[in-house]
């Protein structure tokens, strides 16, 4: 099972509002995040799923909270009391693939171990409390995917 890890961080490294909000709308991106994810487990901090309001659609939506009692609304959401429960979650089901998609603690706990990470770089600074956690190059083989007018697309592989 591949581990996948997808953000957009801006040009100071935000990804985000303290209160889960993204800090930017840009219709693309947008369309890149669910072009990749489709099709495959999203994993997610629960404020990173209360910020989306409702499962993102054709992905099973994996919520990690620490809160024993937490429930969504939703039936076909699975909630896990952690990061590493969610991901044998996905190895029990026989995922091929999962995508860890946020927020920042879910991030800086998936960084040490994912098999690569699909990191858009956003062209302009943001508001926001959120940042990505700083990447150790050395671990990464990086090769650009894409390049729009607000954005560029990276895929890092973790050196072997």
Same mark, same amino acid.
């Given at each position: ?19 889960? &909000?993204?800090?930017? $709308?840009?219709? &693309?991106?947008?369309? $890149? ?8 487990? *999203? ?7 209360? /910020? ?6 054709? #992905?099973?939506? *994996? ?41 920042? &603690?879910?991030? #800086?706990?998936? *960084? ?7 990191? /858009? ?26 390049? $729009? ?12």
């Amino acid at each position: 099972m591949i581990i996948s890890l997808i953000v957009a961080i801006a040009q100071n490294g935000v990804i985000g509002k303290s209160n889960g &909000e993204m800090s930017w $709308h840009v219709k &693309e991106e947008f369309q $890149h995040f669910k072009n990749t994810t489709l099709g495959f487990p *999203i994993i997610m901090g629960r404020k990173t799923f209360e /910020t989306l309001g409702k499962p993102l659609k054709g #992905r099973l939506n *994996i919520v990690v909270s620490k809160n024993q009692s937490y429930k969504t609304l939703f039936d076909d959401v699975v909630v896990e009391s952690s990061l590493d429960k969610a991901i044998e979650h996905c190895k029990n089901i026989n995922s091929e693939r999962i995508f860890i998609i946020g927020g920042g &603690e879910i991030y #800086r706990q998936a *960084i040490a171990f994912v098999d690569e990470m699909i990191i /858009t770089f956003m062209k302009f600074q943001a508001e926001g409390e959120v940042k990505f956690p700083k990447i150790n190059d050395g671990e990464w083989k990086r090769d650009k995917i894409k390049d $729009h007018e607000l954005f560029e697309i990276f895929r890092y592989l973790r050196k072997s």
